[in-house]
Structures are given as structure tokens and as C-alpha cells.
């Protein structure tokens, strides 16, 4: 936390004028915002309205390669060295005796694997409105009349 006080020279004396805080100046208000951060400069919408309409929707769409993603972001590992043979076959004899009821060595962390979910989602978002006209007119549309019923 760095915080600056800045003087006026008065007469003989010093008077402080202003204060400069980091942190205050980065702070933001609860709510939701957009931050943009470009070449030269930076820009901040303050409580803005997030799109739930078309989260949902590509969700919906989404759900199989989300499914797909979570998986895979939550699927075991061994993180050291390779398996000996003797450990492989040990490995797959423990997998015929657990069968569905495999005791998990490492899984990801549940943070991980909803980033993986999100990703997804982003992707599949990002393909339906780039791929297909209909449905990216079809979210103008709807953001319209989101706008023109809004209370």
C-alpha cells in the first residue's frame, strides 16, 4: 500500500493539499465491471449488466464439450516418472478389481476443472456466433428486446 502526501509551499510553510493512495485509486465498487486494457491506455465500465441470457444459451449448446473438457481436465495422473511394467500391470490388475469404483491418485482441483468448463464454453460461444449469421443475428435480436423490456 503506497501512499503519497502531497504538499503546497503557503508563505514559509508547507501545507499538505492532496493524497494519493494505490490502492484506492485501483478499488472498485461491488458490482460487475469491465476493465479493457489496451496499447496506451485502459478503459472501466462500472456496473455493468453480464449477458446471463447468452451464457445460458451457449451453455445449453455447449454442454457436451464442456462435459468433454471436464473430463479430461479431471482425469487421473501419475506425476512422477514413468510406470515400471511390473507397476503397469499392477496398475491394471488394481483397475479389474476396483472397476467403476477406481481409487483416484491425483485429480485436479474443482478451480481447475471449471476454468476447463469455462474454456469451453468460451470456445463454443466464439464458434456459433463466428460460424453462423443466423445465430449471431438471432443474440442482436435478443439483445434488443432484452434492452426495450428492460424495467
Not at 451457449?58 to 511394467?85: C, G, I, N
Not at 469451453?120 to 463466428?130: D, G, N, P, V
Amino acid at each position: 500500500m503506497t501512499k503519497k502526501i502531497f504538499y503546497e509551499k503557503v508563505g514559509r510553510r508547507y501545507v499538505p493539499v492532496k493524497e494519493y493512495d494505490d490502492d484506492l485509486v485501483s478499488a472498485l465498487p461491488k458490482g460487475n465491471h469491465l476493465i479493457m486494457c489496451y496499447p496506451g491506455g485502459r478503459s472501466t465500465r462500472y456496473n455493468i449488466d453480464p449477458d446471463y441470457a447468452a451464457l445460458i444459451a451457449a451453455s445449453r449448446v455447449a454442454l457436451d464439450v464442456m462435459e468433454q473438457a471436464l473430463v479430461k481436465a479431471s482425469e487421473m495422473r501419475h506425476k512422477k516418472k514413468p510406470l515400471t511394467p511390473e507397476q503397469k500391470q499392477a496398475w491394471e490388475n488394481m483397475k479389474v478389481a476396483f472397476g467403476d469404483d477406481m481409487y483416484t491418485l491425483h485429480v485436479e482441483s474443482a478451480h481447475n476443472v471449471a476454468l476447463a468448463g469455462i474454456d469451453a464454453l468460451q470456445k463454443t460461444a466464439k464458434e456459433l456466433y463466428s460460424k453462423n449469421p443466423s445465430v449471431h443475428a438471432a443474440y442482436e435480436h435478443l439483445l434488443l428486446l432484452s434492452k426495450l423490456t428492460k424495467d
